[in-house]
């Protein structure tokens, strides 16, 4: 199916979803893996790079200077450029440590990224784990406290005077007039008195998922959505604050230890937690039931430079590299995961640029033969 077909399914969750309907819509199934050092860097890529990507991909434990308003730009830019963070973290341990690795300590994942993986090596239940942690960062988020603090007048013969109110503290200034022994001798019940009072509202809301497309929209010709993309992501809406989970079935490097039966018990326990699992990192498609719609996104991809197009890519220190075709034409893969093929391109947007048309290009191919 197209990636609209799959975001209509009933199996599909709602942040999968509407990744796959900004896909459709941006024609791109590019994620940057920014594995840069700063976060002067990070928001760059992210500032010059967003319209051509569908998601970005981050190690926010590699930059050296990442705070709270790091985070706070980087989502900033995700909504204005249209694009999903995933924060490769990789957890891979005991339930109770992952969720305060999530939710807590420097980086506080869950508050700003959309997707994050895991290894199944501890067991199932550390999907259980961030689920429950995910849960409870959209609880807190979609509750607002707003407190408001105000003071009463102070009445003084025929005069008013207003204490001026510090936060929850009441300040008063003595006359202008009085010496620093008057100042000095004040009495507890020389003081003025005056009423402070708080009123505190807790309110909710619920995130609003962008709506389905209409039906000739969703499932009509595919250059429906290129009549005004400006129109049809703004109809779309902004990033939903909602968190799902990638499983990390197979790797990219060589003499990696992911076996076989390691990858099907992650596609057993990605079936039994539909709900929060959107899908895996992997070198192929692992959808071979009927109800499967789990995305793949796929690492160790790169193109060779031109001209030098039957180059063997790879580094020496055991990556292997597969172009944008061979995974998303021949291997039925999702979204292709670059990283050093474009930040450390000579010209980062004409690369970035070259990706992402020669990953759609094999997205069309692959649905034009699979109609055939």
Known sequence: MSYRERAAAPTAGPLA?????????????????ADVLTS????DLAETLGAEICILKTHCDIITDWTERTAQQLRQIAQRKCFVIFEDRKFADI??????QYTAGYHRIATWAEITNAHILPGPAIVTALHQAATETIAKYNTTVHTEISADPVVNGDAEEEDMVDGDIAIESPPADESDERRLSIKT?????????????????TESISPRPDADIDLGHPDAFNVDKQQMLARLGPVP??????LL?????AGNLLTPEY????????????EFVMGFIAQSSLNTQPDDNFMTMTPGCQLPPPGQEDAKLGDNLGQQYNT????IYEQGCDVIIVGRGIYKAENRLEAAQRYREEGWKAYEQRLATQSE
């Open 17 to 33: 979803a509407y990744l796959l309907r900004l896909m459709a819509i941006k024609q791109t199934n590019l994620c940057l893996s």
């Open 40 to 43: 002067a860097e990070l928001l």
């Open 95 to 100: 339930g109770g440590t992952v969720q305060k």
């Open 189 to 205: 019940n020389d003081r003025k008195h005056s009423v402070v009072s708080i009123s505190t509202t807790i309110s909710t809301r």
């Open 241 to 246: 604050f909602l968190r799902s989970l990638l």
């Open 249 to 253: 079935a197979e790797m990219s490097s």
């Open 263 to 274: 990858s099907q018990r992650c596609v057993e326990i990605a079936r039994q937690n539909q």
């Open 324 to 327: 944008p075709r061979k995974l």
